[in-house]
Every structure is written in structure tokens, then in C-alpha cells.
């Protein structure tokens, strides 16, 4: 039988999101601190939990047919794999920072200086975009520590909270790079995965788009209803029940999330009130 193998991030900024993502989608799977593969109880894929580092790899080689990985390692690395689909979620920044006693003039501050990263080439297109003449120096890990010990006096690395520079005494001064995580694809799946990959982009789909909306139910004056449907037209159009008081009217609606402040205010001044905002679970249109 068929079955997707889906690489995630065993520990770190990706993983508990992206756990999360799949149990929104209904497939149920097990994540244990030891586990490094979970098969799923009810749609056809295997988990492989995995160093984010190493998923582009394994996705373009084919160990993994799908993977979620930070957009700052895909670029990066620069692997063969396919880009499906922004998630959205793990959000996070490649920056540059100095230590906090630097009074920073600008970019040209790393001019004939040291700067330690895990991305040097991010880094480097940054700094030859800027035409700055840097010294890169390559370490694998614990970027944040490398001022301190003296070895560069500056450093390029992933910023979320900010609070591994904040502790380590450092300053962010330049942002290079946004990313955010991202659902890759080995090129060259076969027809039956990716009919798999298909149906998981449908609830996927479906679960974005629901956390971008929220159901509004409201009750409004009756000669007000027709300028209220054209503010929220909904996924066909809203449903308007009259209310057991005359001249009133309920009105049920779907409403995006980014319009909701916006919307609400106007309603209101159109004598709207009873208003009740809902989370959407799923939402297929
Ligand atoms: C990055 C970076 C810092 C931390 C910053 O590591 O190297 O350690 O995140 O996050 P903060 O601003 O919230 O303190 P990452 O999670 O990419 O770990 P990895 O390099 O081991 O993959
Ligand atoms: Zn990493």
C-alpha cells in the first residue's frame, strides 16, 4: 500500500506546529520524546521526527516524500525539493546583531569585520547585495556565543523571541532574511503520492482558511439589513432569520478575520448589536 513519508522537527521552533497542523487535518499519529517514526492510525503516512537541518536533504533524496522545514534552511541549503505551501506559522528572522555596547552606524559597520553564522550563504548574497566586504566564519551552532569569546563581533542567526541575544548580550541591527515554515516535496513523486499529497493539501486548505475567518451571528434593524449583507456577503451569501420582536433581524455570517475590527465598528454604527463572534474549525468554500 501507498503511504506518504512526512518529515518534521523532531525538537525546536517547528515541531509542536507542526504536529498541531496534522491533528487539525484529523490524522492521528503518536509523538513521544524517543520516537523517531509514527506510523498514523487513520490516513496512509508515516512521521519521521528529524534534525530540521537534515529534512531538505532526506526530501530531495526521497527518504522523506514531504517535509516541514523553516524557509531559512530551504534557501540556504538550496536543495532540489519543491515548494508547495507557506504554513504560515514558526515565524521567525535571519538577522544581523552586535554586542550591545556598539554604537552602530549602519551596515557598513561590518566592513573588514568577523561575523559568525550558520547561514553563510543568506549571508553572504545579503552582504554582496549591500557591496560590504566581510569575513564570514561558518560555525554550526551556538552562533550567540561567538562575540563573547572573541571569535567575530558580530553574528547572522535566526531571531524569534530575541531573547538568545538579549542573554547573550547582543543587539539586533540589520533583518536579512523573513521566513516562516514551509511544506516541501520530493520532485518526483509518484501519481498515487501525490494524490495523497493532493488530499492533505485539501485539509490543510480547509484548516488555513478557517483561522482566517470567524462566524458572526448578529441582530440588526430590518432597513439596515441590505447594507449589512454587502458588508458581509459571507461564502454565498448570509442567512437572515426575523427575530420574534418586529422590525429585527438575525443575521449569520462568515467574516474574515483581518476585515473583523474594521467591519464590527461599521455595523454598529448601523444599530447592529447582540453581536457574537465564533471560531471556525474547518471551512471548505
Ligand atoms: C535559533 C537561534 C537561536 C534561537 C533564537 O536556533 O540559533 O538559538 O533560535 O530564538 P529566540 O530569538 O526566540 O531566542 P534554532 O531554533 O534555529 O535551532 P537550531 O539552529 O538548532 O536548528
Ligand atoms: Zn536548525
Given at each position: 500500500m501507498n503511504k506518504l513519508k512526512i518529515a518534521i522537527q523532531k525538537s525546536g521552533r517547528l515541531s509542536d506546529d507542526s504536529v498541531k497542523l496534522f491533528k487539525e487535518c484529523g490524522i492521528k499519529f503518536e509523538v513521544g520524546k524517543?520516537?523517531?517514526?509514527?506510523?498514523?492510525?487513520?490516513?496512509?503516512?508515516d512521521f519521521l521526527f528529524l534534525r530540521d537541518d537534515d529534512i531538505p536533504g532526506y526530501v530531495e533524496d526521497g527518504v522523506a516524500d514531504l517535509g516541514?522545514?523553516?524557509?531559512?534552511?530551504?534557501?540556504?541549503?538550496?536543495?532540489?525539493?519543491?515548494?508547495?505551501?507557506?504554513?504560515?506559522?514558526?515565524?521567525?528572522?535571519?538577522?544581523?546583531?552586535?554586542?550591545?555596547?556598539?554604537?552602530?552606524?549602519?551596515?557598513e559597520y561590518f566592513q573588514g569585520k568577523s561575523i559568525a553564522t550558520s547561514y553563510p550563504n543568506l549571508l553572504g548574497q545579503y552582504l554582496k547585495g549591500k557591496g560590504v566586504d566581510a569575513h564570514v566564519h561558518q560555525i554550526s551552532?551556538?552562533?550567540?556565543?561567538?562575540?563573547?569569546?572573541?571569535?567575530?563581533?558580530?553574528?547572522?542567526?535566526?531571531?524569534?523571541?530575541?531573547?538568545?541575544l538579549l542573554s547573550n548580550g547582543l543587539k539586533e541591527v540589520e533583518t536579512i532574511f523573513k521566513s516562516e515554515a514551509v511544506l516541501i516535496a520530493n520532485n518526483k513523486l509518484s501519481d498515487e503520492k501525490k494524490e495523497l499529497l493532493e488530499k492533505l493539501l485539501f485539509r490543510i486548505n480547509a484548516v488555513?482558511?478557517?483561522q482566517n475567518h470567524k462566524y458572526v451571528l448578529l441582530n440588526a434593524p430590518n432597513d439596515k439589513l441590505q447594507q449589512i449583507i454587502e458588508l458581509m456577503p459571507g461564502m454565498r451569501?448570509?442567512?437572515?432569520?426575523?427575530?420574534?420582536?418586529?422590525?429585527?433581524?438575525?443575521?449569520?455570517?462568515?467574516?474574515?478575520?483581518?476585515?473583523?475590527?474594521?467591519?464590527?465598528?461599521?455595523?454598529?454604527?448601523?444599530?447592529?448589536?447582540?453581536i457574537l463572534v465564533i471560531p471556525i474549525e474547518k471551512m471548505i468554500s
Open positions: 524517543s520516537k523517531l517514526k509514527s506510523t498514523s492510525r487513520n490516513f496512509p503516512a516541514i522545514v523553516g524557509k531559512n534552511v530551504l534557501v540556504e541549503y538550496g536543495n532540489d525539493v519543491e515548494s508547495i505551501k507557506e504554513l504560515g506559522f514558526s515565524k521567525c528572522r535571519l538577522s544581523l546583531a552586535v554586542p550591545r555596547e556598539v554604537e552602530y552606524p549602519g551596515v551552532g551556538s552562533v550567540e556565543i561567538a562575540p563573547g569569546i572573541g571569535l567575530a563581533e558580530g553574528v547572522c542567526d535566526i531571531v524569534s523571541t530575541g531573547g538568545t488555513q482558511t478557517a451569501s448570509p442567512t437572515i432569520t426575523p427575530l420574534a420582536q418586529e422590525g429585527w433581524s438575525s443575521i449569520h455570517s462568515v467574516i474574515k478575520e483581518s476585515d473583523f475590527w474594521e467591519n464590527i465598528e461599521t455595523l454598529r454604527k448601523w444599530g447592529a448589536e447582540g
